[in-house]
């Protein structure tokens, strides 16, 4: 299931749909603006929009496993708290996108961007 659910009053830039809507969850807070694509699972806020973490309480409630969660919770970390490039983030993401799809699917939206992603 694909969900993108986007605050009140949150402008969107037209070339960055197309990656928040192919992620199969997305969020944005109230007033948000989205300049850069959302990667998956990934959640945003402010002016200009930065990512803030994922929203997995959301996840638990949609059957994810607690496994998948906490390699989630770990590949964010790669990509927004370790201080590495796009590129390096996504090299440290390779053998846990073969172990969780979800991981794959984080890590492949990140991949598709061609704008940059919101850090």
């Known amino acids: 299931m694909y969900t993108l659910t986007i605050?009140?009053?949150c402008p969107?830039?037209?070339?960055?749909?197309?990656i928040a809507i192919s992620a199969p969850t997305a969020f944005s807070g109230?007033?948000?603006?989205?300049?850069?694509?959302?990667?998956?699972?990934?959640?945003?806020?402010?002016?200009?929009?930065?990512?803030?973490?994922?929203n997995f309480e959301g996840m638990r409630r949609?059957?994810?496993s607690e496994e998948a969660i906490h390699a989630l919770?770990?590949?964010?970390?790669?990509v927004y708290r370790q201080g590495l490039t796009v590129d390096q983030a996504?090299?440290?993401?390779?053998?846990?996108?073969?172990?969780?799809p979800e991981v794959a699917v984080f890590r492949d939206s990140i991949q598709a961007s061609t704008r940059g992603i919101t850090r």
């Open 12 to 18: 969107v830039l037209p070339w960055c749909i197309s």
């Open 73 to 78: 919770r770990r590949a964010y970390k790669v």
């Open 30 to 54: 109230m007033g948000t603006a989205i300049g850069k694509d959302v990667p998956a699972f990934v959640t945003v806020f402010g002016n200009p929009a930065e990512a803030r973490s994922m």
């Open 7 to 9: 605050g009140r009053s």
């Open 62 to 64: 949609r059957g994810f």
């Open 90 to 100: 996504l090299i440290q993401l390779a053998e846990p996108a073969v172990l969780f």
